[in-house]
């Protein structure tokens, strides 16, 4: 352990076979970077503190085994010290571990002591308190969702802090840039020595979102934060049972969220999705009408949304450039039933029967589990009875957690418009 280093001490238990993983790592080693124009209330050591344990989430899961892997981890004992360690609550521990529950399907445990080292952290924004307060902080990724909520503010008068974790800097700025918003706060890390890895699912990566949200929100003294994602993904109904969706935006994570940040900070911030009702392509259609169909076309060329962007090889034995979407996974399909073919070229093309990997069954994969879901839903003897006695468990919870926002009878009605696009979107073979 090098001088000066903040060690995270980390045990990882996998099943069936019990296998363990070991990690120390050390938060001396993450080199932060930007946090210019946070607000008046400067930077909330309780903040900080929730932002790293999501940033030692998030290295954790790139250590661990991928989903399509036979191990997979149930348990996670994570040794931290942190700056404000007596201000967890008993309740904030059990909000943390139940979202970290809902996102990943593993127990977590946490053991915060009390340091007084800083790290790079403590230095955002250079250290100081910035200038104004706002009444809402919205997350901005730089992808399609996130984009046509920054339309959904201009339309809807909304005025918003833009909260952004950044890997493509220059390129979130250039999406903002088409937009009316003067406050802009992008944060991004490197850890040196990292661990990286290349395609598939991130599970607990929201917790970094709506962690650096709060931060955010803190320094301006906000109240209301928005995440923008379309409501089939928020709900995170899978289309087979053999799938287990990503959660980012799920009511229940948004529900355990704020009694977290209540437990943590003593003051309330609610979390919002206001396309928690919408498809992708009628929020995508939204977009359109508020900039326009020549400046959407340049504007959604540039936001990202694949899960092996970078990725050399995806299913099928398929190779592409790092950097060009798939076309096959769960998020690209959905972008393309929102896109209507107007869009960036992705590897393969499934609404194409002359795409040359059209019918590899391997690569088709996804959009033939949800065509296969489509069809069900679709028929004409399948009702909101039906739906909401098969609905999974995940379903019920976004119902329960979304207060007046959802239904089951909402949430039907969702579903089959989804499923509507989806046929409308990919021929069969």
């Known amino acids: ?10 045990q990882a238990r996998k099943a069936p076979h019990g296998a363990t993983i070991n990690l120390r790592l050390d938060l001396g080693a993450i080199r932060w ?22 940033r030692v989430v998030w290295e954790i899961e790139r250590h ?58 403590d230095g955002l924004g250079g250290g100081k308190a910035g200038e104004g307060r706002a009444d809402t902080v919205t997350l901005f990724s ?26 493509a800097k220059a390129k979130q700025e250039e999406i903002v840039g088409n937009f009316e918003f003067g406050q802009h706060v992008q944060v991004g890390c490197i850890w040196d020595n990292g661990r990286r890895r290349f ?19 803190r320094s301006f003294g906000a109240k209301r ?46 979390v919002e999705n206001p396309f928690l009702q919408l498809t992708k392509r009628q929020m995508a259609e939204a977009l359109k009408e508020t900039l326009g169909e020549q400046k959407f076309g340049k504007v959604v060329r540039k936001t990202e949304t694949c899960w092996n962007l970078t990725s050399r090889q995806v299913v099928g034995n398929i190779t592409k450039n790092p950097g060009t979407p798939c076309g096959l996974c769960v998020p690209c399909i959905v972008r393309r039933t929102a896109m209507r073919g107007d869009d960036i070229d992705h590897a393969v093309n499934l609404t194409s029967r002359k795409d040359p990997h059209f019918s590899n069954l391997n690569a088709r994969v996804h959009v033939d589990a949800y065509l296969g879901w489509a069809k069900e839903l679709s ?19 976004a119902v329960s957690n979304a207060a007046d926002a959802l239904t089951m009878e909402k949430t039907f009605d969702l579903y089959r418009t989804f499923a509507d696009e989806l046929m409308a979107t990919f021929p069969e073979p």
């Open 199 to 217: 395609g598939g699912q991130f599970q607990y990566r929201s917790l970094m979102f709506l962690a650096l949200g709060a931060m955010v929100a």
């Open 64 to 121: 661990t085994p991928k989903r399509i892997s036979s191990e997979r981890v149930r348990s996670i004992t994570v040794e931290l010290p942190i700056r404000e360690p007596g201000s967890w609550s008993e309740a904030g521990h059990q909000a943390l571990v139940g979202m970290l529950r809902l996102l990943g399907n593993a127990e977590w445990k946490f053991k915060f002591t009390k340091r007084s080292e800083k790290t790079a952290l």
């Open 142 to 167: 730089g992808g399609l969702d996130s984009t046509c909520g920054l339309g959904w503010l201009q339309s809807s008068g909304v005025e918003s802090v833009l909260a952004s974790f950044y890997g």
């Open 1 to 10: 352990m090098s001088a000066g280093s903040v060690e995270a001490h980390v």
């Open 225 to 270: 934060l928005l995440q923008f994602e379309n409501g089939p993904l928020s709900i995170a109904m899978p289309p087979s049972p053999i799938y287990r969706m990503t959660r980012h935006a799920h009511p229940k994570l948004h529900r355990l969220a704020m009694m977290l940040f209540t437990e943590l900070f003593g003051a309330e911030i609610t």
């Open 379 to 397: 028929g004409r003897d399948y009702d909101v009875t039906r739906f909401a006695f098969e609905a999974p468990q995940v379903v019920r919870e």
């Open 33 to 54: 970077h930007g946090g210019i124009g946070l607000g008046e209330e400067g930077l909330d050591a309780c903040a900080l503190d929730l932002l790293e344990i999501a």
